[in-house]
């Protein structure tokens, strides 16, 4: 689809994702978590029982919207592709790990701008430490990084993922007492199920027509000086921040910020560690819950790693509560730092690209 | 024999293989060859912004890229 290219489609996707967010919290999702890749896929994992801390599960139809959404536009675009083996468990294990690193600071990089633009210092204070993890992750990719080339597969393999997204939804339409849905706390704080689907059509449907990310930006600024993708993240805080100036949400401060705690040193080491994991994943959740949904199996397998490092997060203690960071998520942030760095000299003392400066790479 | 190969590379690989190869040869033809819609894109910016042609030539579910400068 050569037609929708340009940068007028990612300022679009960034506007309508904050808008949207900001509206799916009036209608009754968290306050600054309208749409939050992370926490919803945590959610998800407490609504299918993968862990047990009762204010945060519910099944998401926000997700499940996304991908259908994604799934469509690819689709119609011809985009779709079953795609996939490169290195499917060692992205499982960085999703793992960047997904600590996401609930110490209590949200993805979607969330980090919607707390942003909401006031919440906390998440200014994260995103530099985001984008020293990016800046990191550039450095392992630099040096020759890299996860490996996916290949062909048969199409039915990339059906397998919006089919599981499919199930859930049927599950939560006709029979939802079969998952474990919070009675409080943020997970018993939702939009109604239909409205909150559609919107999140729209987003997939955008997000995949955009290319869009929310490490990209950073990572293409700092390795390219290629502005496309911050268009998009830009727009997205923009739009929120006028959304929440319009509905009154503006609380400039550290404390009394909604799901946030004010420990600076692990909101920026949290947002560090996801930053890493997740430019070497190459991509956002939200991103690869788009890549999911076009074919891409190693992206698949990505977000079961979201929701199993979720699971382990509450299961273990490890994720932060507006009380703050327990003792055993600080440890396993600095374990996590430990594990990815191994991983990062492992894949990239391994010259993937032979012989620098030969034009001519054979895979 | 396209002299990048970019097939099922993700961001940012193929953009870095290609600046790599259109930095070693400053002038010239380079010619990529890729799958990914979001590699085409990226790969087509870089190099419009670094002053090279772009020609796109659809191979089935492939794409072949000739960057001219």
């Known amino acids: ?363 | 024999m396209p002299d990048v190969n970019v097939c099922g590379l993700v961001c940012p690989e193929p953009v870095l293989l290609v600046k790599r190869a259109i930095d070693a040869r400053e002038k010239g033809t380079v010619t990529v060859l890729g799958d990914s819609e979001a590699a085409r894109e990226n790969i087509k910016r870089l190099a419009t912004g670094k002053g090279w042609s772009v020609q796109i030539e659809a191979q089935g579910e492939q794409w072949l890229l000739t960057l001219t400068k």
């Open chain 1, 1 to 363: 689809m050569f037609t929708l290219k340009g940068k007028g489609l990612v300022i679009l996707t960034g506007l309508s994702i904050g808008a949207l967010a900001v509206i799916l919290t009036l209608a009754g999702n968290p306050a600054n978590m309208g749409i939050c890749i992370a926490c919803f896929l945590r959610d998800i994992a407490g609504g299918v029982g993968l862990h047990r801390a009762a204010p945060v599960q519910y099944v998401r139809p926000e997700i499940i919207g996304i991908v259908f959404g994604a799934f469509v536009a690819a689709l119609a675009s011809r985009s779709f592709r079953a795609m996939g083996g490169s290195n499917a468990l060692t992205r499982f294990v960085l999703a793992f790990i960047g997904m600590i690193g996401f609930l110490v600071f209590l949200g993805c990089p979607l969330r980090m701008l919607l707390r942003m633009s909401a006031g919440d210092l906390n998440a200014w204070i994260a995103l530099p430490g985001f984008a020293i993890g990016i800046a990191v992750g550039i450095w392992f990719i630099n040096r020759g990084f890299s996860l490996g080339r996916a290949t062909r597969q048969n199409e039915a393999h990339g059906l397998v993922f919006p089919f599981i997204m499919g199930v859930l939804l049927v599950l939560l339409l006709i029979n939802s007492t079969v998952f474990h849905f919070s009675t409080e706390g943020p997970g018993a704080m939702r939009a109604p199920l239909l409205p909150a689907l559609g919107a999140s059509l729209v987003v997939g449907a955008l997000a995949q027509r955009a290319r869009f990310c929310l490490v990209g930006p950073i990572r293409d600024m700092i390795m390219f000086r290629d502005p496309y993708l911050l268009f998009g993240m830009v727009s997205l805080f923009g739009a929120a921040l006028i959304g929440n100036l319009i509905v009154g949400n503006i609380n400039v401060g550290l404390t009394g910020q909604p799901v946030a705690h004010t420990e600076a040193l692990w909101n920026f080491l949290g947002m560090a560690l996801a930053g890493l994991c997740f430019t070497l994943v190459a991509g956002c959740p939200l991103r690869q819950l788009v890549s999911a949904a076009e074919g891409n199996t190693d992206s698949a397998v990505t977000i079961l790693g979201v929701l199993v490092g979720a699971a382990f997060a509450h299961n273990f203690g490890l994720a932060a509560s507006p009380a703050g960071v327990p003792p055993n998520g600080q440890i396993a942030v600095v374990a996590g730092f430990a594990v990815v760095l191994a991983i990062g000299f492992a894949l990239s003392t391994v010259k993937v690209f032979a012989n620098k400066g030969r034009v001519n790479e054979s895979a």
